[in-house]
């Protein structure tokens, strides 16, 4: 099991950015893939972006292309979503997860609050 803690969120203006970090407590990630999910108010989670570790392939929710960049720091167990030209809309908890290739996401932390205003 991974334990992953979150940080990095808080309230800013739309346009603004934010960079969310996501430290794990596994120190070998070779066979697993990161991502990030959000839940807005009212609303079921949903995927936002991942990131295969070994390979640093990346995928997104097309209501993030272009906007949000996933990336990893191997030395620090360390994923990033860096989140610009933010939007009310985007306003949600931010939940880091993990998996083993293969297989649901079976791993999540606590979760970070993001709030964008208009």
């Known amino acids: 099991q991974v334990q992953l803690v979150e940080s990095g969120g808080g309230l800013v203006q739309a346009g603004g950015s934010l960079r969310l970090s996501c430290a794990a407590s596994?120190?070998?990630?070779?066979?697993?893939?990161v991502g990030w999910f959000r839940q807005a108010p009212e609303k079921e989670r949903v995927f936002v972006a991942s990131?295969?570790?070994?390979?640093?392939?990346?995928n997104y929710a097309d209501s993030v292309k272009g906007r949000f960049t996933i990336s990893r720091d191997h030395d620090k167990n360390t994923v990033y979503l860096q989140m610009n030209s933010l939007e009310p809309e985007d306003t949600a908890i931010y939940y880091c997860a993990a998996a083993q290739l293969g297989s649901n996401w079976g791993d999540w932390g606590q979760g970070t609050q993001v709030t964008v205003s208009s």
């Open positions: 596994r120190r070998t990630f070779s066979n697993y893939r």
């Open positions: 990131i295969i570790w070994r390979t640093g392939s990346t």
